[in-house]
């Protein structure tokens, strides 16, 4: 099958400060890039996603930016809380509706 | 309920044996995912179900690996001849028509002794 990512990588931020996940993706034909955010025990959850034609999105506390030259997605969670430590997953959204996971970041946050 | 049902959450299995997952999506959504999680790991992807259309096998790792949706609705995913190697998470997740936002279930935790 295909296999998103081996012994996730991990961000540690303190307490309040912002926070920067990234994610390359490799389909440059896909329609939506989405990020999903998993906490222990329980299944990802859809924080925000982006339509390919915008390179940047707000939503609350987090600002999703696309770099299409580069292939690249990230997302910025402002104001880092203990509530944001998570395992966060980006996925893209291909024609026909197919969701793709990319690989994901674990994130600590450090009171 | 209003959410991704998953049935059993935890199974315990001997190798050799053959389980049953089973997932109810939410109401009306057309999309149906099936991936797989091992611990502290990624989601891999296994099988994709839209409306009518034939599924998306291409993730199934074996041919001991199927899965069917019924009536456009419930979902089973069956494992034969289980192997220890299927320990995992087992999760489902259903989406609207042409939306982005999956909803996934608790998962189900396969473990093959």
């Known amino acids: 099958g295909e296999s998103v990512g081996l012994h996730l990588p991990t961000l540690s931020v303190q307490e309040g400060d912002n926070s920067i996940i990234n994610c390359a993706y490799s389909?440059?034909?896909?329609?939506?890039f989405i990020w999903y955010k998993q906490e222990s025990g329980k299944g990802p959850q859809f924080i925000i996603d982006?339509?390919?034609?915008?390179d940047k999105r707000q939503g609350q506390r987090v600002t999703v930016l696309l770099n299409k030259t580069v292939k690249h997605l990230s997302l910025q969670i402002a104001a880092t809380q203990p509530g944001d430590s998570a395992v966060y997953f980006c996925?893209?959204?291909?024609?026909?509706?197919?969701?793709?996971f990319g690989g994901g970041t674990r994130v600590l946050v450090k009171p | 309920g209003a959410g991704v049902s998953q049935s059993p959450s935890n199974k315990v299995t001997e190798k050799g044996k053959d389980v049953e997952l089973r997932c109810d999506p939410i109401?009306?959504?057309?999309?149906l995912y099936w991936y797989r999680q091992s611990l502290g790991q990624g989601l891999e992807f296994l099988i994709y179900?839209?409306?009518?259309?034939?599924?998306?096998k291409s993730g199934l790792p074996s041919d001991r690996f199927s899965a069917e949706r019924t009536g456009g609705s419930v979902s089973t995913l069956t494992i034969q001849r289980t192997q220890q190697e299927d320990s995992a998470v087992y999760l489902c997740?259903?989406?609207?028509?042409?939306?982005?936002?999956?909803?996934f279930g608790q998962g189900t935790r396969l473990t093959v002794v």
């Open positions: 982006i339509r390919s034609n915008m």
């Open positions: 109401s009306g959504h057309t999309a």
């Open positions: 997740a259903s989406l609207p028509y042409q939306s982005t936002e999956a909803f």
């Open positions: 179900f839209q409306g009518n259309s034939a599924p998306d």
């Open positions: 996925a893209e959204n291909n024609a026909g509706n197919k969701l793709t």
């Open positions: 389909n440059s034909a896909s329609d939506y």
